[in-house]
């Protein structure tokens, strides 16, 4: 997927929300589901991680597998994505970066925790 400038992010994007079973774990087939339903619906884009899709309670496997099953679908349907690293922990948020670079997503949307303090030039 190519890098979406700000320009390009437009319209409607669907939100991506994480399928759990009674147990808590991630159910991939719903999940899978769910995506082709979003890619028929013919959204402008679609996005993971978001606050619906619990970003804060997913382990870094569960984290990778929902995003690259996104990233395969969205790749070969040709519908951009937007990937969320958010966690409240920034160092989290940073391996989370790392780990899904290689999808090349179309953005990627990072939330910082409330009263986290930047320092502008690092960022």
């Known amino acids: 997927m190519k890098t979406l400038k700000n320009k390009e ?7 991506l929300l994480l399928a759990t079973n009674n147990d808590g ?13 979003l890619i028929a619906s013919s959204p402008n884009g679609i996005y993971s991680n978001g606050t619906a899709g619990e970003f804060y309670s997913q382990s870094e496997q569960e ?4 995003n690259e099953l996104l990233a ?4 070969k349907a040709g519908v951009p994505f937007q990937v969320g690293v958010s966690h409240m922990s920034p160092q989290i948020s940073l ?14 949307k990072l939330f910082y925790p ?6 502008w030039k690092k960022v």
């Open 9 to 15: 992010i437009y319209g409607n994007w669907a939100t």
């Open 25 to 37: 774990s991630v159910d991939y087939k719903r999940l899978n589901d769910e995506i082709d339903i």
């Open 63 to 66: 984290f990778l597998k929902v």
């Open 72 to 75: 395969l679908k969205c790749e």
């Open 95 to 108: 391996e989370r970066l790392k780990l899904i670079r290689h999808l090349r997503p179309g953005q990627c």
């Open 114 to 119: 409330t009263g986290f303090r930047l320092h």
